[in-house]
Nanobody, 115 residues
Framework: QVQLVESGGGLVQAGGSLRLSCAASGSIASFNVMDWYRQAPGKPRELVARITSGGSTNYADFLKGRATISRDNVQNTVYLRMNSLKPEDTAVYYC?????????WGQGTQVTVSS
């Protein structure tokens, strides 16, 4: 069982930037895919960005051009850098690893963007 711990959230003004981190308690090198999801109040959880073990990345349309996902297999950490933040980006952001059986989820980190 690998634990995922997110950090880096907080309160930021519109137009600002944040870098979220997801630290794993074990090696992430074997994880083919690692994701960031987000969930705003009253809305379903949605995929934000994805990175593969080979470094390929995908982004949700609402964040394309404003975000960069990266992974460090030595530090066992996945990052999400977000720029030009908007109030509608306010949500809890979760780190996720899809696996056969039970997926891994972190506890989330709150991002609040003020207008």
């Amino acid at each position: 069982q690998v634990q995922l711990v997110e950090s880096g959230g907080g309160l930021v003004q519109a137009g600002g930037s944040l870098r979220l981190s997801c630290a794993a308690s074990g090696s992430i090198a074997s994880f083919n895919v690692m994701d960031w999801y987000r969930q705003a109040p009253g809305k379903p959880r949605e995929l934000v960005a994805r990175i593969t073990s080979g470094g390929s990345t995908n982004y949700a349309d609402f964040l394309k051009g404003r975000a960069t996902i990266s992974r460090d297999n030595v530090q066992n950490t996945v990052y999400l850098r977000m720029n030009s933040l908007k109030p509608e980006d306010t949500a809890v952001y979760y780190c996720h690893v899809p696996r056969p059986g039970t997926d891994y989820w972190g506890q989330g980190t709150q991002v609040t963007v003020s207008s």
